[in-house]
């Protein structure tokens, strides 16, 4: 699997779940209060904090936000770059000892490509080098990623996301009577 596609499948997997974020942080309302020891954890919550602990270690971000199913998503991202990196080295070199082997003109050097053409076996070493450099930006992707997603979380901890809120999107009139239709959005607070 090439890294585009796995840092493809990793996105896919971390933003999927976006919409079971709001369910984390919704704040007290006076029909379902926090117990107070929610509440105290949330008032001492820092941003920078949860900043730092991620960029410490990958995932203890999203442990400090209280959000342990971000984790595991975060260890499976940086483990699948860390194998995809050692796997395409690993084959890189194969390849590029091969066809330093093949052009040498060494008769006492052996080549498990003998008889391949030298062009060809560059090329597949090439693409592995390419694509472990791939792999290499891909895990400083998922880095900077989960360090962002813990800074963000962190700063929502206090959001109010609850049912109180409401937004209403519905046509508006003629606009000064130039016979243009619009959309009007209202934000409503109860």
């Given at each position: 699997m090439s890294p585009a596609r796995a840092l493809l499948l990793l996105a896919l997997l971390c933003f999927g779940g976006a919409a079971l974020a709001q369910a984390d942080t919704a704040a007290p309302s006076a029909a379902d209060p926090l117990p107070a020891v929610q509440r105290d954890w949330r008032q001492r919550h820092k941003p920078k904090r949860a900043t730092l602990y991620s960029a410490v270690l990958p995932g203890a971000g999203q442990i400090y936000n209280r959000k342990y199913w971000k984790a595991p998503i975060v260890w499976g991202g940086v483990g699948l770059c860390a194998y995809l990196i050692a796997d395409n080295t690993r084959k890189y070199e194969r390849y590029r000892d091969g066809y330093v082997a093949l052009v040498d003109n060494d008769p006492a050097t052996v080549s498990e490509f003998d008889g391949a053409n030298a062009n060809s076996v560059r090329d597949v070493?090439?693409?592995?080098?390419?694509?472990?450099?791939?792999?290499?930006?891909?895990?400083?992707?998922?880095?900077?990623?989960?360090?962002?997603?813990?800074?963000?979380?962190?700063?929502?901890?206090r959001f109010d996301v609850s049912p109180d809120l409401s937004m209403e999107l519905a046509p508006a009139p003629l606009v000064a009577g130039q016979g243009a239709l619009g959309l009007s959005l209202a934000l409503t607070l109860r």
């Open positions: 070493a090439d693409t592995y080098h390419k694509w472990r450099d791939q792999a290499c930006i891909a895990l400083i992707a998922v880095y900077v990623l989960n360090v962002v997603d813990a800074t963000v979380d962190a700063h929502f901890v």
